[in-house]
């Protein structure tokens, strides 16, 4: 049975070349927690490096593994294990960051552990091809929406519109 996994898992997975990315970018508050009220401004960075391994999800999703930490203000840390990307959909083309393992924020007992996801949209054919963006004009171009989100395993949610976001990626 495990050949057969490994099988699968060999025939899914599409070549892709690896990448580094450093990301700064600022949210701004639009569901608060505790102290943190809407329109408050919070810094946030995020530096990835996808490993080359890429596998088609649902929907026209393309996920990229992915090894780096997400940060955002000064104390609310987690690691980023994916990369996901949609190209050419029938309704937006999109890219997310996502961080598993969070630590760092908890408000009246309750742990904002994960995930923490910045997600980028576009219109349809922003993305031409699956991969992740390099240019900073191809993060640009994902101005659809853009989102933060940090959960509190489906109780809560810390949340946020992104600006300003720069990238420099090789």
């Known amino acids: 049975m495990r050949w057969i996994t490994i099988a699968l898992t060999l025939c899914l997975t599409s070549p892709a070349t690896a990448q580094t990315c450093a990301i700064d970018f600022t949210i ?5 927690v505790g102290f ?4 408050t401004l919070i810094p946030g960075h995020a530096s990835f490096s996808t490993d080359g391994r890429s596998f088609p999800q649902e ?11 997400m940060l955002l203000g000064d104390d609310i840390f987690g690691e980023i294990w994916a990369v996901t990307t949609t190209s050419f959909g029938s309704s937006s083309d999109m890219v997310g960051v996502f961080a598993r393992d969070v630590e760092g924020f908890s408000f009246a007992g309750v742990r904002y552990e994960g995930p923490m996801s910045l997600t980028l949209f576009g219109l349809p ?24 989100s940090l959960q509190a395993h489906g109780t809560d949610m810390l949340a946020g519109d992104v600006l300003d976001l720069t990238a420099t990626c090789s």
């Open 28 to 32: 701004e508050v639009t569901q608060g």
């Open 36 to 39: 943190i009220p809407p329109g």
């Open 125 to 148: 054919g922003t993305r031409p091809v699956p991969a992740p963006p390099t240019t900073q004009e191809e993060w640009d171009a994902l101005d659809l929406r853009r989102a933060f």
């Open 59 to 69: 929907g026209g999703t393309t996920g990229h593994m992915a090894n780096g930490a």
